[in-house]
């Protein structure tokens, strides 16, 4: 498995980004996907998750402003971002684990794709 993000940028606060991570390498990926994020100074943290049949989960912080989504065809999850506030700027990282629900081991990492927010 070889996860690889894409789509952060710069947007104004209130505006919308849309992350994608695509699985590019030879084997599968059987269990959960999901995306984290890592502000500058501060520790990586859980943003959100997706089952292999759909289910997801938030962080309270970016509940009803972001939706995760799977396309289990193509290997890629995405990420669609609205109403984004300076306090969401970060690196956003997606990932990958063998598990498909709740625990996913998340074992497989992206390289990451920096989202910055302006007031």
């Known amino acids: 498995v070889h996860l690889v993000e894409s789509g952060g940028g710069s947007v104004e606060a209130g505006g919308s980004l849309r992350l994608s991570c695509a699985n590019s390498?030879?084997?599968?990926?059987?269990?959960?996907m999901g995306w984290f994020r890592q502000a500058a100074g501060k520790q990586r943290e859980w943003v959100s998750s997706?089952?292999?049949?759909?289910?997801?989960n938030y962080d309270v912080s970016v509940a009803g402003r972001f939706t995760i989504s799977r396309d289990r065809v193509k290997e890629t999850v995405y990420l669609q971002m609205n109403a984004l506030k300076p306090e969401d700027t970060a690196m956003y990282y997606c990932?990958?684990?063998?598990?498909?629900?709740?625990?996913?081991?998340?074992?497989?990492w992206g390289q990451g794709t920096q989202v910055t927010v302006s007031s």
């Open positions: 990932a990958a684990g063998p598990h498909p629900w709740p625990g996913c081991g998340y074992n497989v």
């Open positions: 390498g030879d084997s599968g990926i059987n269990g959960c």
């Open positions: 997706v089952s292999t049949d759909g289910r997801t």
